[in-house]
């Protein structure tokens, strides 16, 4: 399932821009692919990230992977919870599952950004 309102990455990643703030999550495509959920590493509060760095990595039955932001910015917040509850990740991956939240760098990159419309046609191909 593709969220219309969201932007998205071709390493699967989404964010919700709100005004100066990004939440970023990973897309239902991403968590279906890596199965169950096991492990979240996430970066600290106030590092600065770059758009398509390295996060963080989650860690499934299947696999191991590396998180990437679609966005710059500064982590302002990261999904706690999930330190006790990675699986909700599986379960809301759009909700409860969020991973980060940044004050926005540069808003002009959300041009190298997906539209759900093309996310959708990348994992439909």
């Known amino acids: 399932m593709v969220q219309p309102d969201l932007l998205y990455s071709k390493e699967h990643e989404w964010v919700r821009i709100e005004g100066d703030r990004a939440t970023i999550g990973i897309t239902d495509y991403a968590q279906e692919s ?3 959920i096991v492990y979240v590493e996430l970066p600290k509060t106030g ?3 770059e758009q398509f760095g390295n996060i963080g990595v989650v ?3 299947k ?3 590396d998180l990437f932001t ?6 302002l917040e990261v999904n706690a919870a999930l330190d006790a509850d990675p699986a909700a990740v599986n379960r ?5 599952g969020w991973l980060v939240k940044l004050k926005l760098k540069d808003a002009s990159e959300t041009k190298n950004l ?12």
């Open 114 to 125: 997906l539209s759900a419309r093309d996310y959708e046609k990348l994992v439909t191909a």
């Open 34 to 36: 890596l199965g169950d």
């Open 63 to 65: 696999a191991v992977s």
């Open 92 to 96: 809301d991956p759009y909700g409860d």
């Open 47 to 49: 590092k600065a990230v």
């Open 59 to 61: 860690e499934s039955v």
């Open 70 to 75: 679609p966005i710059s910015g500064e982590v």
